[in-house]
């Protein structure tokens, strides 16, 4: 019995899975980081739960000079402006708003854009 269906041998290559895990790295982090430091920072803190002092300013330069404050500083802006961008991108387009390659470009031209500035402001800070 032969099938109606038809495998492509040779499918054209797709740059959608670096968008797709970016997005997925983005809304991992964004729903598992930062509520924790909303809550620190946003809560926490100004109830006095925790000392002040514990994020004075000479001690949060001195985590962010570190290479896992940078990173962390890196991934706290970089990662849910992917998962932003990809879904502002896709979300256009369920409203059929197609903007194609164009909008595309300009939706991780932001996204790109602040992670390069979160790079560029950890680095002034060493």
């Known amino acids: 019995m032969q099938s109606n269906y ?3 041998r040779t499918p054209a290559r797709s740059d959608e899975p670096i968008w797709w895990s970016l997005f997925g790295a983005g809304g991992t ?3 598992m980081i930062t509520p924790i430091t909303v809550l620190v920072l946003g809560v926490l803190v100004p109830l006095g739960v925790i000392d002040a ?3 004075s300013y000479d001690r949060v330069v001195a985590f962010a000079t ?3 404050g940078a990173l962390f500083i ?3 802006l970089a990662l ?3 998962h932003a961008m990809h879904r502002v991108h896709h979300g256009l387009h369920d409203l059929q708003c197609h903007v194609g390659l164009a909008g595309k470009v300009v939706c991780y031209f ?3 854009l602040i992670s390069i500035l979160a790079i560029i402001f950890v680095f ?3």
């Open 6 to 8: 038809h495998v492509d």
């Open 29 to 31: 982090w964004f729903a």
């Open 53 to 55: 002092d514990a994020l």
């Open 66 to 68: 570190t290479w896992i």
């Open 74 to 76: 890196i991934a706290t």
């Open 80 to 82: 849910p402006m992917w």
């Open 110 to 112: 932001i996204a790109a």
């Open 124 to 126: 002034m800070l060493h």
